[in-house]
Every structure is written in C-alpha cells, then in structure tokens.
C-alpha cells in the first residue's frame, strides 16, 4: 500500500505544472496630455506609481528590467509650442524609451495621460529589438470609440480622436510626429467595451464594420473576446492593450468627467487582461486617465489600475 502511495505521489508531482518564471516589465509613465486650458503634464502617471508600484510588481511575480522612466521633453523640443505638437513630441520620446527594452519577453506598461499616449506607445511597438518592422495590433478598450476626426467631432477634444489618428484617418502630423509614420490598418484594430458614441463616430463605426468585443464579453471571458483576440493575434505579430479607465463601472471611477453606466469592475477587466495577455503576441498595457489625487480621494481608481496590471502579469505568467 506504501509503495502504491508513493508512486501515485510523485506522478502527482510529474504532472504538476512547473512555477511561472519571473515576468520582466519595462513601465513608462508618459504624463503629456495634449488637452488645451488644463496643466500640460497630468499627475495620473506619478499617481499610480506612488502606490509603491514597484514592490506590488514584486510582489506580484515581477521584475523591472530598470527603474521606471519619465518622459519629457528635451531642451529644444521645450521650445516648441502649440498643445498638440508638443504632445507629439513627447509621443516620440515615448516611442525611443519603449524601443530601448524591446524584447518579446519583456512587458511594456504605460502609465499615459490620456489616450492620447497611445500613439508613442504603437510607434514604439514598430520596431523589434533588432529594428526590424513589426505588424502592430491595438486592443482599444474604452466606454468611447475615440475614433472621431475633427469633421464629426462634437467636443472637439484631441483624446476623442486617438484612434482615428492612429488608423491614419486625420491629423496626419501629429501622428508622424509621434514617431507613428504609418496608419495601422482597420483589421489590426479591436475595440472593447464600447457603449458611448457620437452620432458621426457611430455612423463611422459601421462604414468600417470595427471589430468589437462586449462588457457582456469581458464579465463572462466569452468564447467571442477569445475569438477576436485569436483572430488579431494571428493578422498581427505584436498586440498593444490599451485601457482608458472610463471603461469600467463608475463606482471604481469616481473621479472621472466621462464616466459610462454599466461598465465591468475592474477585477473582471482584470481577468480578460490575464486572457489576453496569455496570448505572447500581446506585449505591451497601457493604462490611461486614471483618476488622480483629490479626484480618487478613497483610492478607488488607483486599486483598480493596479488590479488591472496584475491581470496581465498574471497572464504573462500563464503562457
């Protein structure tokens, strides 16, 4: 009986998966906004890096490849003005700081503004350690479609836009500025959690048959999200997930001015993060426009920002 004992123990044993190895992360914070009569640098970066970013990475079973970095400005790109321009410019300071620790085993978080910061981010993601050029993918998850031009746009914002700028849909300018010489093709882009258009952006939505994922996806981790994500991952050779916070249910966003009903929680976002991030084309997590300081004065918005990167350490870890 003994002997019997022992050998069903240590076929146990065999079969048991080995531990994860340690997840090495690179984490950018990029602080430009772009938004015109407010301060050009946003505080929502430093804001999730002061909950002790570092240790939590630890903790979580990470590694920073180096100490997190700070975009700004050179001394001459200083000099320049105009709101969007400079934002360009630190999208390309953005884009060289990404490039830097390019490694299909390294994850690439961006702890951006607003999503305007997508932008650096894909222009970094272009390029492969040895400079060779990549297909990118972009996750776009956000209440909005951010894929309005200025001929559809009702506010008029910059961050109502990124997407279309990217896509190579308007403002060429900034887009090349940012480092981003080429629009990605509308099949490489996947939108997540979308319940909040204009009417123009909606009707631009259906002449370009997006392709989506639901909330109703994301809370249940449905066979359609895995789908989708397979069928990016097998157009594209790298995957940037991107997240505007706004996405998720308003009690976890109180602070935010564009907050949206019925968004999930962020530990269910976090679990489509840990599917998604299973996948080794998805290489880099953007996080933007969390609610900062006064505007998250019980912490609410930082927790599930970091819920959120944990997801995808823990998806990492997964492969």
């Given at each position: 009986?003994?002997?019997l004992?022992?050998?069903?123990?240590?076929?146990?044993i065999?079969a048991?998966?080995?531990?994860?190895?340690t997840?090495?992360?690179?984490?950018?914070?990029?602080?430009?906004?772009?938004?015109?009569?407010?301060?050009e640098?946003?505080?929502?970066?430093?804001y999730?890096?002061?909950?002790g970013?570092?240790?939590l990475?630890?903790?979580?079973?990470?590694?920073l490849?180096?100490?997190?970095?700070?975009?700004?400005?050179?001394?001459?790109?200083?000099?320049?003005?105009?709101?969007?321009?400079?934002?360009?410019?630190?999208?390309?300071?953005?884009a060289?700081?990404?490039?830097?620790?390019?490694?299909?085993?390294?994850?690439?978080?961006?702890?951006?503004?607003?999503?305007n910061?997508?932008?650096?981010?894909?222009?970094?993601?272009?390029?492969?350690?040895?400079?060779?050029?990549?297909?990118?993918?972009?996750?776009?998850?956000?209440?909005?479609?951010?894929?309005?031009?200025?001929?559809?746009t009702?506010?008029?914002?910059?961050?109502?836009?990124?997407?279309?700028i990217?896509a190579?849909?308007?403002?060429?300018?900034?887009?090349?500025?940012?480092?981003?010489?080429?629009?990605?093709p509308?099949?490489?882009?996947?939108?997540?959690?979308?319940?909040?258009?204009?009417?123009?952006?909606?009707?631009?939505f259906?002449?370009?048959e997006?392709?989506?994922?639901?909330?109703?996806d994301?809370?249940?981790?449905?066979?359609?999200?895995?789908?989708?994500?397979?069928?990016?991952?097998?157009?594209?050779?790298?995957?940037?997930?991107?997240?505007?916070?706004?996405?998720?249910?308003?009690?976890?966003?109180?602070?935010?001015?564009?907050?949206?009903?019925?968004?999930?929680?962020?530990k269910?976002?976090?679990?489509?993060?840990?599917?998604m991030?299973?996948?080794?084309?998805?290489?880099?997590?953007?996080?933007?426009?969390?609610p900062?300081?006064?505007?998250?004065?019980?912490?609410?918005?930082?927790?599930?920002?970091?819920?959120?990167?944990?997801?995808?350490?823990?998806?990492?870890?997964?492969?």
């Amino acid at each position: 009986m003994k002997r019997l004992f022992f050998a069903v123990l240590a076929g146990l044993i065999v079969a048991a998966p080995a531990l994860a190895d340690t997840v090495k992360l690179d984490v950018i914070k990029q602080p430009y906004s772009g938004s015109r009569n407010v301060p050009e640098l946003s505080i929502n970066p430093d804001y999730i890096h002061a909950a002790g970013l570092e240790r939590l990475i630890s903790g979580w079973g990470g590694e920073l490849v180096r100490p997190v970095q700070d975009i700004r400005l050179t001394a001459e790109q200083d000099r320049q003005y105009g709101e969007w321009n400079r934002l360009a410019l630190a999208n390309a300071n953005f884009a060289e700081r990404v490039r830097e620790t390019r490694a299909d085993d390294v994850l690439t978080v961006g702890l951006e503004a607003n999503c305007n910061g997508l932008l650096g981010m894909l222009a970094g993601l272009k390029y492969d350690g040895n400079g060779n050029e990549q297909r990118v993918g972009l996750v776009f998850i956000d209440a909005h479609g951010d894929f309005n031009i200025p001929e559809t746009t009702l506010s008029g914002m910059l961050g109502g836009m990124p997407v279309a700028i990217a896509a190579g849909h308007a403002l060429h300018n900034v887009r090349r500025t940012s480092g981003l010489t080429d629009g990605l093709p509308m099949e490489h882009i996947l939108w997540g959690g979308v319940r909040d258009l204009d009417p123009l952006e909606a009707d631009r939505f259906r002449e370009y048959e997006v392709a989506q994922f639901s909330v109703d996806d994301v809370r249940k981790l449905s066979s359609a999200l895995r789908q989708r994500m397979d069928e990016l991952a097998a157009r594209v050779d790298v995957i940037y997930v991107h997240i505007d916070m706004d996405v998720l249910d308003p009690d976890e966003v109180p602070g935010h001015g564009l907050r949206v009903a019925d968004g999930p929680t962020s530990k269910e976002l976090a679990g489509a993060m840990t599917l998604m991030f299973e996948n080794p084309k998805s290489v880099a997590l953007g996080i933007a426009s969390t609610p900062a300081g006064p505007l998250d004065p019980h912490g609410v918005s930082r927790q599930a920002a970091l819920n959120l990167i944990e997801g995808a350490i823990k998806g990492v870890q997964a492969r």
